[in-house]
């Protein structure tokens, strides 16, 4: 489906409709063992937000969410 490493990155960034993502890992799906690309990146001038895609590189299955960057427990 994707010819090289950038065209599969290219295609998240897209779908996420932001400029850049940052490539977190490559790994094989549990269930299916189809090849997974995982990236994300922080929104700027916001605080604690983060932007998270993962595709697959086999079906193109694209999957975006926004979500906190770190969780902090504060428990003792």
């Known amino acids: 489906m994707f010819t090289s490493m950038d065209n599969a990155l290219n295609h998240l960034i897209e779908a996420a409709n932001v400029n850049t993502l940052c490539t977190s890992r ?5 269930k299916n063992g ?3 690309l995982e990236a994300w990146a922080e929104y700027e001038n916001e605080e604690n937000s ?6 697959d590189l086999i079906s193109g299955e694209t999957k975006v969410v926004d979500s ?8 003792p």
């Open 26 to 30: 490559i790994y094989l799906h549990d």
């Open 50 to 55: 983060c932007i998270q895609g993962l595709i």
């Open 68 to 75: 906190p960057c770190m969780i902090i427990d504060f428990s």
């Open 34 to 36: 189809h090849i997974m």
